[in-house]
């Protein structure tokens, strides 16, 4: 499959700049797959206006691809079947996160697109050691089978630094969708734009937002490199699985400052400042973001749309005091949250 083989309409949408939430594995109290819950959160974002979907990815848990747990398949299954079968036509990105040695992402990649997914969201982890010239053709091949979107993972939670010159390269593999920039790191950011562009590449490659320290800030910033102006469309965040409906609604205020290209109000920067600091709450920076996933759970938890916090490995839990800090967010910034949206549709997603 290639990039010009997605729907023009929905490659249109990608281009434009979309919500697309990373999407939580979710569990119940014996730790296994709850189908019922899993197909909930599918069409909660789906009716909060998310353009994409992301699933088998850090927030899903890496170990469902464990041989003991063995949830990769099965979680990709239902989730694309549960686009499919809830967006009534409306065209949704499916992307599936694609890991692990070339052998494994082969694997991995060849079952998506099995399952209708569109592209994959490449993680190089699992090639820490690797040279630029094994970096890219490992994804050079995951490329031949589904479109590619880039990842650049912080090296704080199994990511590692990627250079200019390997981003350059990457932006030449012609079967590359997008990239989500997700370093934490202004220079490292700047890398990867500057190699898209550089590569002549910035009208093919879109690129995504994954720097949930700056969400806002990156998507207001017309970036100019030389005699080129690009700009990062969207966002492909963890974070953006939670509060969906208020992610979504905040992105379109975005684009329409973006487009009148008029300045930037001063509250839109004092919105971005709430949004990192909700988020560093909810990722628990804090603790070196050990209740990161437990973090998100705990927000769903709360809206009723989780049955639990569980995640497969007993050890990942909410870190001490970081529930009274969802708390306080929840408290200093009551316009950030979609608690009303979610009420008034949880049953009808929860319906079996």
Known sequence: ?????????????????????????????DRRLSPKHQKALVRYYVDAGAGGIAVGVHSTQFEIRDPDVGLFEPVL??????????????????????????EQALREVAFARKQGYHAGLLSLAALSHGTIPQLIDHCQAVAEVLPLIGFYLQPAVGGRVLSFDFWRRFAEIE??????????????????????????????????????????????????IGDKRVRIAGGLLGHWCVWTKKAVELLADIHAVNHA??????????????????????????????GCIPG???VLRRQGLLPGTWCLNPKEALSPGQSEEIDRVYQAYPHLNDDAFVRENRERWLDE
């Open 296 to 298: 998100i759970h705990e």
């Open 77 to 102: 299954r239902l989730a694309s079947a549960e686009i499919d079968a809830w967006s009534k036509g409306r065209k949704i990105l499916k992307i599936a996160g694609v890991c692990g040695p070339t």
């Open 175 to 224: 079967n590359v969708l997008a990239i989500k920039i997700a370093p934490f790191n202004r220079y490292q950011t700047l890398d990867v734009i500057r190699a898209v562009c550089d590569a002549g590449r910035e009208k093919d490659i879109v690129l995504y937002t994954g720097n949930d320290d700056n969400i806002v800030a990156d998507l207001l910033t017309p970036w100019r």
């Open 261 to 290: 290209d008029q300045p930037i109000p001063p509250w839109m920067l004092t919105l971005g400042a709430e949004v990192t600091d909700c988020n560093a709450v909810f990722f628990d920076v804090t603790n070196g973001f050990a």
């Open 1 to 29: 499959m290639r990039v010009q083989d997605i729907s023009p309409s929905l490659l249109e949408n990608i281009r434009r700049g979309v919500v697309i939430p990373a999407m939580p594995l979710a569990l119940d109290a």
